[in-house]
C-alpha cells in the first residue's frame, strides 16, 4: 500500500512568458491564485507548461521557483521526463535538489520503446531518485501506451507512486486497479474523464481546466471523494464545452489564450506554438461566455 502523492486536483500550469523569458512574477501570481482556489499540488513544466520549449536552465529555475513560491501550502510536482533516460535522470535529480514533492514523468517519445524498455526506462530513474515518480501515459502526444502487465510490474517498485492517465482506456485503467489495488494510484490526465476515473478509485486530476476554473475542478473532485458522484457529474457536463474548446487546438495554445481573454495576462506562446486561428477563437470565446467566464 503506497500514500498518493496527493488527492484532488493538481493544475497542470501554465508557464507564462513575457519577451521571451519566464514572468516568474505572473508565475507567483498565478500560484497563488490555484492555492487559494483550493489546488492540492502544482504540476509544473508539465506539457500545459510548454516544458518542451524550456533549456535545461529555465526548467531548474522554474521548478526551484515553485517549491520556494509554494513554500509548503500544497504539493509541488516536477515534470521531468524525456525520451532519453539519461536526460530524464538528470532533470529529475535536479527537481529533487529544488524540493519538489514528486515527479512526474512522461513515456519515451519519437524514438518510443517496447513494453521492455519501459520497464527500465522506469525502474532505472526510480532507482535513483528519492520521491516518487507519477508516470504520464499519454499515447496521443507520445505515439505509444503504457499495458496493464507493465504498471503492475512497475507497481512493484515502492518509488513509482502511480500515473497520470490520459489515454481514454478505461479497460487498462480498471485491469491495472484490480490487481494492484492502493499500491498504484491514477489520476485523471484527460478533463473530460475526472468523473468516471473517480468512480472506480482515482486520486484526482492533473487538470488544463484548472488553470481557468481552480474552483471548480476542486470541488469537482471533493464531490467524487464524498461519493457523491451525481454532484461531480453536474459540474463535469456543465463545463464540457469548456473543456472541449480548451482542446479545440493544440494544447497549451486555447487554455493561454482563454487566462488572457480573462485579464490574467498570462504573455505569449513559445514557437512552434503560435495563436489560434480566429474561428477557433471564437468558439472558444462562446465556450468561456456560457459558463460566465468572460463577457
Not at 169 to 176: K, P, V
Not at 222 to 236: P, S, V
Request: glycine content about 8%; some cysteine.
Amino acid at each position: 500500500m503506497k500514500t498518493p502523492v496527493f488527492t484532488g486536483s493538481s493544475v497542470a500550469i501554465v508557464t507564462p512568458f513575457q519577451n521571451g523569458k519566464v514572468d516568474y512574477k505572473k508565475l507567483g501570481e498565478l500560484i497563488d491564485f490555484q492555492i487559494s482556489a483550493g489546488t492540492a499540488a502544482i504540476t509544473i513544466n508539465g506539457t500545459t507548461g510548454e516544458c518542451s520549449t524550456m533549456t535545461l536552465e529555465e526548467s531548474r529555475a522554474t521548478i526551484d521557483f515553485c517549491v520556494k513560491h509554494v513554500n509548503n501550502r500544497c504539493k509541488v510536482v516536477a515534470g521531468a521526463g524525456s525520451n532519453d533516460t539519461q536526460s530524464a535522470l538528470f532533470l529529475a535529480q535536479s527537481a529533487e535538489k529544488s524540493g519538489a514533492d514528486a515527479l512526474m514523468m512522461v513515456t519515451p517519445y519519437y524514438n518510443k520503446t517496447t513494453q521492455a524498455g519501459l520497464v527500465k526506462h522506469f525502474t532505472f530513474l526510480a532507482d535513483r531518485v528519492n520521491i516518487p515518480i507519477i508516470i504520464y501515459n499519454v499515447p496521443a502526444r507520445t505515439g505509444m501506451t503504457v499495458a496493464a502487465e507493465t504498471y503492475i510490474e512497475l507497481a512493484k517498485h515502492p518509488n513509482i507512486n502511480g500515473a497520470k492517465e490520459a489515454s481514454g482506456d478505461f479497460s487498462l485503467i480498471s485491469s491495472t486497479l484490480a490487481t494492484c489495488g492502493e499500491s498504484f494510484h491514477f489520476w485523471s490526465g484527460n478533463d473530460e474523464d475526472i468523473v468516471p476515473l473517480m468512480s472506480i478509485g482515482g486520486k484526482g486530476v492533473i487538470s488544463v481546466l484548472a488553470n481557468v476554473v481552480p474552483d471548480v475542478v476542486a470541488n469537482m473532485i471533493k464531490h467524487c471523494l464524498d461519493g457523491d458522484f451525481k454532484r461531480g457529474a453536474e459540474l463535469q457536463l456543465k463545463y464540457f464545452d469548456l473543456i472541449k474548446n480548451l482542446f479545440i487546438e493544440v494544447s497549451p495554445i486555447p487554455v493561454k489564450t482563454a487566462l488572457n481573454l480573462m485579464n490574467m495576462d498570462v504573455g505569449e506562446l513559445r514557437m512552434p506554438l503560435c495563436d489560434m486561428s480566429s474561428d477557433n477563437l471564437e468558439k472558444l470565446k462562446t465556450a468561456m461566455n456560457a459558463v460566465g467566464l468572460i463577457k
